[in-house]
């Protein structure tokens, strides 16, 4: 799991025919390709308060700041 915030403008890759941002990590590790994910389940996510639409793996939740706060504190525990 990780978290981080968007910086600048969106960046065009015409050869990976794909657009991307720059991005200032948030988490205490920052997600390898092949490496093991670490994450918070369900379970342990909604003891924190919060009550997501599950059915989709990918799909960015809009917090405020405060519990943007709330679940980073929780998953910096996690990941150390």
Excluded at 43 to 59: D, H, R, S, V, Y
Excluded at 66 to 75: F, G, I, N, S
């Amino acid at each position: 799991m990780a978290a981080g915030e968007v910086k600048g403008t969106v960046k065009e890759d015409a050869e990976m025919d794909a657009v991307a941002q720059d991005l200032k990590w948030l988490t205490p590790s920052v997600p390898v390709r092949g490496k093991e994910l670490k994450a918070l389940s369900a379970a342990e996510i909604k003891k924190l308060g919060f009550n997501f639409w599950w059915p989709k793996t990918m799909k960015p939740p809009f917090l405020d700041k405060k519990e943007t706060a709330k679940l980073l504190t929780a998953v910096e525990r996690k990941l150390r």
